[in-house]
């Protein structure tokens, strides 16, 4: 491939990279404090670890720093409704002004020496279930930061949180690049990474997902790899440590831990030769990979009878099989799919914010199409017999199959000790980078080359417009009062254009570490990043403008 080539390609992956940055960056000043799902406890359990060098227990109180920034903040509904004491965003808006700002002025004044308050509000360390490696990555920071004002202190750990997930837009690419065999396709699927909404929601907060997602991603892209080129024993132990450091950040990467041994079988039916080194190589692998999570999920089998230790399961261990498979009987199940799609798609943070029901249909026929296109090119692998082309599909196809059996198995946790049919779509992110590989390749077995390019860059701006909708319609408006939920509980429309209020940054920098200014000046790059997305996007979409590059010139192809 040319050397210009080459340069425009890696340019068109930084430009996505730095606009997801830009973006990602205005999605964390823009988002209240503690609207991010469970935020307040993931940072309550980072403090912990920083403050006292240990692991915290689900047992522990959350500090009187965090305790009382509860009390004085808005919070979420779902927040707000099992913390007594504490006000939601509808209830603060209402507020008299001088009564926001003395909470406001207070929130800034806590730090972590904050004494217990006189009516202390009983919350506990219940993300204490998640594994540590997040935790243990950003105590640092934040110990460097704990002199700041907490809103600082929570925007630094937001930042970095969305930065470790931006990468995951370099190991799409790199995935696609592996499984599509086109250089257009694969720089569109690092375009729609920066585009969508739903993520930028997941990854813009303090939490354990981000880490998860990008290692997640690696796991993926490495599994690949493997599979073209028979490790040595050393790449098979380095498999299994980052399989273990994966488990280590969040519990539901063990789902894809299946990729270990289905790595094996698809080195074994093209090199049946070597599979004396195939079984060792495994076998290194697998206890690498134990001997670094093993400890933690050992312990969590032993105190609770689970491997996760997350509490709906714990709850749920004590009841008999018969009693599970009953549930999974009882339970609404087409519910389950269609909260499980909506919440994957888009949803509005902690706060439960959602679009109209045909937004969502949109995006779930792009999927349905994408899954059409996934079966016809099944039918060419059979038809082929083509290991090298099988192994491209069932990689990524393994990793999103069992995620989503992960969430049908939580969605049955959450019934048997809730007696609701739900599904999470939300964690489904966790796997974005092999979704959104999965419908190139689908939308690639559909259409010829040029129509294949512009329908990819039509998704790229279909989740761009739903971003600009969301942020402008839903999320500003309502983190800054200017709509609120009725006495149903519907949320009422935004008709006016978001800068027909003046006050509208000045609202939202509320408990923020920027004033008004700054905070439009964000918006401002946001917007520009949000629309040189919709350039880009038609730019690799357009003929010759990114080399394609052939399957029979691929360098894989000496493999």
Not at 194 to 208: F, T, W
């Amino acid at each position: 491939m040319p050397s210009h080539m080459i340069t425009r390609h890696r340019a068109a992956v930084i430009a996505a990279w730095l606009a997801f940055l830009v973006r990602g960056a205005f999605y964390c000043v823009e988002q209240p404090l503690w609207e991010g799902y469970d935020e307040w406890a993931h940072f309550a359990y980072i403090q912990h670890v920083a403050e006292h060098g240990s692991l915290p227990s689900r047992q522990d109180a959350v500090s009187p720093f965090v305790a009382r920034s509860l009390q004085l903040a808005p919070l979420p509904r779902s927040a707000a409704e099992v913390l007594p004491g504490t006000i939601t965003h509808d209830l603060f808006w209402q507020l008299p002004e001088d009564e926001r700002a003395r909470r406001q002025e207070e929130l800034l004044r806590l730090s972590p020496a904050t004494p217990p308050a006189r009516e202390q509000l009983n919350a506990k360390q219940y993300e204490a279930q998640q594994p540590p490696l997040y935790y243990l990555l950003l105590a640092p920071v934040y110990m460097l930061a704990r002199t700041l004002p907490l809103p600082a202190q929570v925007l630094l750990l937001r930042l970095l949180s969305m930065a470790i997930a931006s990468c995951v837009v370099f190991l799409m690419y790199s995935i696609a690049d592996h499984v599509l065999h086109r250089q257009d396709l694969a720089i569109l699927t690092a375009i729609l990474a920066a585009c969508l909404p739903g993520l930028y929601i997941g990854v813009c907060r303090i939490g354990n997902d981000p880490l998860a997602i990008v290692l997640i991603a690696a796991m993926v892209l490495v599994s690949i790899r493997t599979c073209y080129r028979p490790p040595g024993a050393f790449q098979w132990i380095g498999m299994g440590l980052l399989f273990g450091a994966t488990a280590l950040a969040k519990a539901y990467a063990l789902a894809v831990w299946t990729l270990l041994p289905l790595v094996a079988v698809l080195l074994l039916a093209r090199h049946p030769e070597r599979w004396k080194r195939t079984a060792l190589g495994f076998g290194l692998a697998s206890i690498a990979a134990i001997a670094v999570a093993g400890f933690w999920y050992g312990q969590n089998l032993i105190n609770t009878g689970t491997l996760s230790g997350e509490q709906l399961h714990v709850a749920a261990a004590r009841l008999t099989l018969a009693e599970k498979l009953a549930a999974l009987f009882a339970m609404d199940w087409r519910r389950v799919v269609d909260s499980a799609a909506f919440s994957h798609i888009w949803v509005g943070g902690w706060s439960f914010l959602v679009v109209r029901s045909w937004m969502y249909r949109v995006f779930e026929l792009i999927a349905l199409l994408g899954a059409a296109g996934l079966a016809v090119h099944a039918v060419r692998i059979f038809r082929h017999s083509s290991w090298k082309h099988a192994q491209d599909l069932l990689i990524p196809l393994a990793a999103a199959i069992m995620m989503y059996a992960a969430l049908a198995y939580h969605s049955l946790m959450i019934f048997l000790e809730k007696s609701i049919s739900m599904g999470a779509g939300w964690y489904l992110y966790s796997v974005i980078a092999a979704e959104v590989v999965l419908l190139a390749l689908g939308i690639r077995a559909l259409l010829p080359a040029n129509a294949s390019r512009w329908a990819l860059a039509a998704v790229c701006w279909l989740a761009a417009a739903l971003d600009l909708y969301t942020m402008h319609f839903l999320l500003m408006p309502y983190h800054s009062g200017l709509i609120r939920h009725d006495a149903s509980g519907s949320l009422a429309s935004f008709k006016l254009p978001v800068l027909k209020s003046a006050s509208l940054f000045e609202r939202i920098s509320l408990n923020k570490p920027l004033d008004a200014g700054p905070i439009a000046a964000l918006w401002l790059a946001y917007l520009c990043a949000t629309i040189g997305l919709f350039v880009l996007a038609a730019l690799a979409a357009r003929a010759g403008w990114f080399e394609t590059r052939q399957n029979g010139k691929s360098r894989r192809a000496a493999v």
